[in-house]
């Protein structure tokens, strides 16, 4: 296509006026703007809100963490110390509603049990001026196996409202049952509260762990906001009670606090604060009746007994049987990194207790409380008469081969084995998760026993392991 000469011409000629234009009046513009023959607008700068410091009605002396409502009564002879004497703010918070058990008041069983033992725990945490109580949303597994319990509380949303809570109340001490598997009640809920009050206490200071609690709000004031603005928080000291058929493992590992003392405001023995406390709990035997009776016959013998305590860490330093509060001042201390899960390194074929066993063993170590591990010598377990026993073991093959291991047991008389001898192949670089049940004999009385196994590899003995049993228990099902 031809285009005309003179059509070019006169299009450039237009376009170079249009330019033109708009330059002098670009020019005019910033002309009339430095003169003052244009009216520019200026921003009025306005006070913002205060940053507001968090909310010190929440602020804890000691956080409470356990499963039950009635196992604070666990320590109550130490808290009605701290909180008449030391004047020490306290918090409490419930793994679950204690939906599960007997009902010494009425026919209300699961969930309406529940409703009815939660109202219980606040009220008898009112008794002692206690307003803060939460629960975690669990429900009451009872057993022995911290693994089951974990699974039935939704182990991450438990943790995640813990973080919280510990954040929000942010506590220099917490008091829980101690993480381990020990002959006794030992309800692996117990368990769980333990487990999840060592996270959290490990976690809460850390911004990176479920940041969208220390996330500020984008309106505080607004009513749409997803983000919780609360602050991280590092606890200085943690300290572990038991339900252990035997308390002396824990004696000299934490401070001792006798309730046979009286306290100098209530003039009054804290046991018989500890009796009235616990009353509130009426549903079950083993608590409210039991106080109940005690305060009605004043047979206190079974409040006497001192609070022992175990010092599970301490980031402020004081001494292992000192008071709790001993080397803690005011303020925030800085965010302490525990050491983390490393893989346990085997060699060649061995064999370990699985379950919950080897989960604490490792959890232990990634949590810095090794020396949890020394409290018993020798693994435990509590099962009643004729009861059905499992027993987890691990046979770990760290070797290029496969290899066949030859699993066998040596029970006490009495004992049936139902399956668990065996052959038991396993290839390389594996571990194979056996599990071995016998039936518990019956016997007169409580009385310990010991159940043994001998694993054998190409004619060799590769391990041997453990545990002692103490039958004729009256406790939860193992």
Same mark, same amino acid.
Do not use: C
């Given at each position: 296509?031809?285009?005309?000469?003179?059509?070019?011409?006169?299009?450039?000629?237009?376009?170079? $006026?249009?330019?033109?234009?708009?330059?002098?009046?670009?020019?005019?513009?910033?002309?009339?703007?430095?003169?003052?023959?244009?009216?520019?607008?200026?921003?009025?700068?306005?006070?913002?809100?205060?940053?507001?410091?968090?909310?010190?009605?929440?602020?804890?002396?000691?956080?409470?963490?356990?499963?039950?409502?009635?196992?604070?009564?666990?320590?109550?002879?130490?808290?009605?110390?701290?909180? #008449?004497?030391?004047?020490?703010? !306290?918090?409490?918070?419930?793994?679950?509603?204690?939906?599960?058990?007997?009902?010494?008041?009425?026919?209300?069983?699961?969930?309406?049990?529940?409703?009815?033992?939660?109202?219980?725990?606040?009220?008898?945490?009112?008794?002692?001026?206690?307003?803060?109580?939460?629960?975690?949303?669990?429900?009451?597994?009872?057993?022995?196996?911290?693994?089951?319990?974990?699974?039935?509380?939704?182990?991450?949303?438990?943790?995640?409202?813990?973080?919280?809570?510990?954040?929000?109340?942010?506590?220099?001490?917490?008091?829980?049952?101690?993480?381990? #598997?020990? $002959?006794?009640?030992?309800?692996?809920?117990?368990?769980?509260?333990?487990?999840?009050?060592?996270? $959290?206490?490990?976690?809460?200071?850390?911004?990176?762990?479920?940041?969208?609690?220390?996330? $500020?709000?984008?309106?505080?004031?607004?009513?749409?906001?997803?983000?919780?603005?609360?602050?991280?928080?590092?606890?200085?000291?943690?300290?572990?009670?038991?339900?252990?058929?035997?308390?002396?493992?824990?004696?000299?590992?934490?401070?001792?606090?006798?309730?046979?003392?009286?306290?100098?405001?209530?003039?009054?023995?804290?046991?018989?604060?500890?009796?009235?406390?616990?009353?509130?709990?009426?549903?079950?035997?083993?608590?409210?009746?039991?106080?109940?009776?005690?305060?009605?016959?004043?047979?206190?013998?079974?409040?006497?007994?001192?609070?022992?305590?175990?010092?599970?860490?301490?980031?402020?330093?004081?001494?292992?049987?000192?008071?709790?509060?001993?080397?803690?001042?005011?303020?925030?201390?800085?965010?302490?990194? !525990?050491?983390? #899960?490393?893989?346990?390194?085997?060699?060649?074929?061995?064999?370990?207790?699985?379950?919950?066993?080897?989960?604490?063993?490792?959890?232990?170590?990634?949590?810095?409380?090794?020396?949890?591990?020394?409290?018993?010598?020798?693994?435990?377990?509590?099962?009643?008469?004729?009861?059905?026993?499992?027993?987890?073991?691990?046979?770990?093959?760290?070797?290029?081969?496969? !290899?066949?291991?030859?699993?066998?047991?040596? !029970?006490?008389?009495?004992?049936?084995?139902?399956?668990?001898?065996?052959?038991?192949?396993?290839?390389?670089?594996?571990?194979?998760?056996?599990?071995?049940?016998?039936?518990?004999?019956?016997?007169?009385?409580?009385?310990?026993?010991?159940?043994?196994?001998?694993?054998?590899?190409?004619?060799?003995?590769?391990?041997?392991?453990?545990?002692?049993?103490?039958?004729?228990?009256?406790?939860?099902?193992?």
């Amino acid at each position: 296509m031809k285009i005309h000469r003179g059509s070019l011409r006169k299009n450039v000629l237009l376009a170079l $006026a249009v330019v033109g234009m708009l330059f002098r009046a670009t020019q005019a513009f910033r002309a009339a703007a430095q003169s003052g023959g244009l009216a520019t607008e200026t921003v009025k700068i306005s006070e913002a809100l205060p940053n507001l410091p968090p909310d010190e009605r929440f602020k804890a002396d000691i956080l409470v963490i356990v499963a039950h409502p009635d196992d604070e009564t666990e320590v109550t002879g130490y808290l009605a110390r701290a909180i #008449y004497d030391q004047h020490k703010r !306290v918090a409490a918070i419930f793994g679950t509603p204690g939906n599960g058990g007997g009902d010494m008041m009425s026919n209300a069983q699961a969930a309406a049990l529940g409703d009815v033992r939660s109202t219980e725990a606040r009220e008898a945490m009112a008794f002692f001026g206690v307003l803060h109580v939460w629960f975690l949303g669990g429900t009451d597994t009872p057993g022995q196996d911290v693994l089951r319990s974990l699974e039935t509380w939704n182990h991450g949303n438990a943790l995640w409202e813990a973080v919280r809570l510990v954040r929000l109340t942010r506590p220099e001490v917490i008091l829980t049952w101690l993480p381990d #598997y020990v $002959a006794g009640e030992n309800h692996d809920d117990h368990q769980a509260a333990a487990v999840i009050a060592n996270e $959290a206490f490990d976690l809460a200071g850390d911004p990176t762990v479920f940041p969208e609690q220390v996330s $500020a709000p984008r309106q505080r004031r607004g009513i749409a906001n997803l983000t919780e603005g609360l602050q991280p928080w590092q606890a200085k000291k943690i300290y572990f009670f038991s339900d252990s058929a035997n308390l002396e493992f824990l004696k000299g590992k934490g401070p001792e606090y006798n309730t046979t003392d009286i306290s100098p405001s209530k003039n009054e023995t804290y046991y018989k604060l500890a009796a009235e406390e616990m009353l509130r709990h009426l549903t079950q035997d083993d608590t409210g009746q039991l106080a109940k009776q005690a305060l009605e016959t004043g047979d206190f013998s079974y409040f006497k007994t001192p609070v022992y305590l175990a010092l599970g860490k301490s980031l402020v330093g004081g001494s292992t049987t000192g008071d709790i509060f001993e080397g803690i001042t005011p303020g925030a201390i800085p965010f302490a990194p !525990v050491r983390g #899960y490393r893989s346990e390194v085997h060699h060649g074929v061995s064999i370990d207790l699985g379950g919950p066993w080897a989960f604490y063993r490792e959890f232990w170590k990634a949590h810095n409380l090794d020396h949890v591990a020394d409290l018993l010598k020798t693994p435990e377990v509590a099962v009643a008469n004729r009861a059905d026993v499992y027993v987890p073991i691990l046979i770990h093959n760290d070797t290029d081969e496969s !290899v066949e291991v030859t699993l066998t047991s040596t !029970v006490p008389a009495g004992w049936k084995e139902v399956y668990g001898t065996a052959r038991y192949p396993v290839r390389p670089h594996e571990s194979y998760p056996a599990q071995v049940h016998y039936m518990a004999p019956a016997t007169a009385k409580p009385e310990w026993q010991a159940l043994s196994w001998n694993a054998e590899a190409q004619g060799q003995t590769v391990g041997t392991l453990t545990l002692r049993v103490l039958t004729d228990s009256p406790g939860l099902p193992q």
